[in-house]
C-alpha cells in the first residue's frame, strides 16, 4: 500500500512538472491532490490542529458600574457565557459575543438588586438577555491594544459601542483578554432616577475573560 502510494505520488509530480505552460491552470486540482498522497506515503504526519479558545466563566468577571447621589455602583453579572474566535492566533481577524442572563446580576443590596432588575432599568422580566457581538477588531497603537467595535442589545435596544481591549501573553495556555466601554443610558430606555439619588447618565462596563487555549479534537 505504502509502495503503491510513493510510485502515484511520483506519477503525479512528473505529471504537473512536464505540463506546458498554458496548461498551469489545469494542473492545479492535482496538486491538491499531491497532500492526501503525501499522508499515505508518511501516515505519522498530522495536519496542525485547530486551536480552540475557550472563556473560563469561573475565572472571569462581567460588570457595570454606575454613579449616584450616594456613591457608585458596581453589579457583577453571575451567568452568561462568551464565545471568542481568533482565527491565525491574530486578534484583530476575531470575534467575540456574549450573551449575559440579566437576571443574574448582584450589587452587594438586596434592595438595589430590586431597583436595578425592575422596570426602570434591566427590566429583566420583559428583557431577560444581554447581548453583544462584535462587528470589526482594528489593531491599537500597541500590539496588545485594540478597539472591538461591536453593537450591544439591552432592554430590546441596538446600538453601536466601541470596546478597547487590551490582551495579555499568553502563559501555559492561558490568556488574559481585558475590555471596557461605556454607554448612555438614556438611549436604551433606562430614563428613571429614583427619589433624592440622581444616577448618571452614563454607565461604564468591564470585562475580564481568562481565555484558555486548548486543541481541537477534530
Request: proline share 7%; charged share 25%.
Amino acid at each position: 500500500m505504502r509502495i503503491a502510494a510513493t510510485f502515484a505520488l511520483w506519477i503525479a509530480l512528473a505529471g504537473i512538472v512536464l505540463q506546458p505552460a498554458s496548461n498551469a491552470l489545469a494542473a492545479r486540482p492535482a496538486l491538491a491532490q499531491l497532500g492526501a498522497l503525501a499522508a499515505q506515503v508518511n501516515p505519522g504526519v498530522r495536519p496542525r490542529p485547530e486551536i480552540v479558545h475557550f472563556v473560563l466563566p469561573e475565572e472571569s468577571r462581567i460588570e457595570f458600574h454606575a454613579t449616584s447621589t450616594f456613591g457608585k455602583v458596581t453589579g457583577v453579572f453571575r451567568d452568561w457565557r462568551a464565545e471568542l474566535k481568533k482565527p491565525e492566533e491574530k486578534f484583530e481577524n476575531g470575534s467575540l459575543t456574549l450573551e449575559i442572563e440579566a437576571a443574574s446580576v448582584k450589587t452587594g443590596s438586596g434592595i438595589r438588586d430590586k431597583e436595578v432588575k425592575g422596570k426602570n432599568f434591566f427590566a429583566v422580566k420583559e428583557f431577560p438577555e444581554i447581548h453583544f457581538e462584535s462587528k470589526k477588531i482594528v489593531p491599537g497603537p500597541e500590539p496588545t491594544k485594540f478597539s472591538m467595535e461591536g453593537e450591544l442589545t439591552l432592554r430590546g435596544v441596538t446600538k453601536p459601542v466601541t470596546v478597547e481591549v487590551i490582551t495579555g501573553p499568553v502563559v501555559k495556555g492561558h490568556e488574559q483578554v481585558v475590555g471596557s466601554f461605556t454607554f448612555n443610558r438614556r438611549e436604551f430606555g433606562m430614563t428613571h432616577n429614583p427619589p433624592l439619588n440622581h444616577v448618571a447618565d452614563t454607565v461604564s462596563v468591564h470585562i475580564d475573560l481568562e481565555v484558555e487555549e486548548r486543541e481541537s479534537a477534530f
